[in-house]
């Protein structure tokens, strides 16, 4: 009896342990791709030492996505959709038909996005990661990791005639390859930069909003806003920024080019 006894205190105590084990999907450049398990309060820089990352792989375009953050994600791309169909709508009443056209092809684009649960870390260095424990975040069990090898484009999306691939220029900033690029019910004043890491920057473009030149890393996307003067009553004020969110949520090597 006794001994039935601590082996049920034994299981007991191990239950936790085991509890806490995570299932984490790692891909790309790595020496070890695919599912990970991992005991205890398992971090990012667990993750990446057990799939042993590639000197060569981009760790500026690497993604982290998680479940939880799907439904916010996709509540975003929800209501975006609805905005753009407004817009639509609202240009075919005012007999706007080259806005009409592109709000219909910008919605079928946003539409074939995948939502990812894209999580916007400052880093997924494995070496930064090891060496700061404020960088080095807890994982959740099904979260995934990605290494892409590095691109050597840039993109420029959105209010332009047809989306535009350009090669990277070392130290050009996001203002020259928007200008390569044939633009249609531009913004006049602003533009959405989404570097590979998926951080999002807001560029004034305009004589009283002018930013400093920004530098694009291989690999970034331009969002070219729509004029919110010619959607203002459709879309809100913050439809622009939003979708420049919702891009960032998708993964460097996830196609986002229409």
């Not at 240009?91 to 009409?100: E, I, S």
């Not at 910008?106 to 494995?126: C, E, K, N, Y």
């Not at 003067?229 to 979708?243: K, M, Q």
């Amino acid at each position: 009896m006794r001994v039935a006894r601590l082996l049920g205190w034994l299981v007991c105590l191990a239950w936790p342990i085991h509890a806490m084990a995570v299932s984490v999907s790692v891909s790309g450049q790595v020496e070890r791709p695919g599912m990970q398990s991992l005991q205890g309060n398992a971090r990012l820089a667990d993750a990446a030492a057990a799939a042993q990352v590639k000197f060569e792989s981009y760790v500026l375009g690497a993604s982290w996505t998680q479940r939880s953050r799907q439904l916010e994600q996709k509540r975003l791309q929800a209501g975006l959709l609805y905005e753009l169909g407004a817009v639509a709508d609202q240009a075919t009443r005012d007999g706007n038909a080259p806005l009409a056209a592109l709000s219909v092809q910008l919605r079928q684009w946003l539409q074939s996005m995948p939502v990812t649960g894209r999580h916007v870390a400052r880093t997924l260095d494995p070496g930064a990661l090891a060496a700061n424990d404020a960088d080095n975040l807890p994982l959740e069990d099904g979260d995934t990791l990605s290494y892409p090898r590095r691109p050597s484009t840039v993109r420029v999306v959105g209010a332009v005639q047809k989306p535009c691939e350009l090669s990277h220029v070392a130290l050009q900033d996001a203002r020259e390859y928007v200008r390569a690029c044939a633009t249609q019910m531009a913004d006049r004043d602003v533009l959405y930069v989404i570097q590979p890491d998926g951080q999002v920057s807001e560029l004034g473009i305009a004589l009283w909003n002018e930013s400093p030149p920004m530098v694009l890393a291989p690999g970034a996307i331009v969002y070219v806003p729509l004029d919110r003067r010619l959607v203002a009553g459709a879309a809100d004020s913050v439809f622009n920024r939003e979708l420049a969110d919702f891009i960032a949520t998708q993964p460097l090597d996830g196609g986002v080019a229409p």
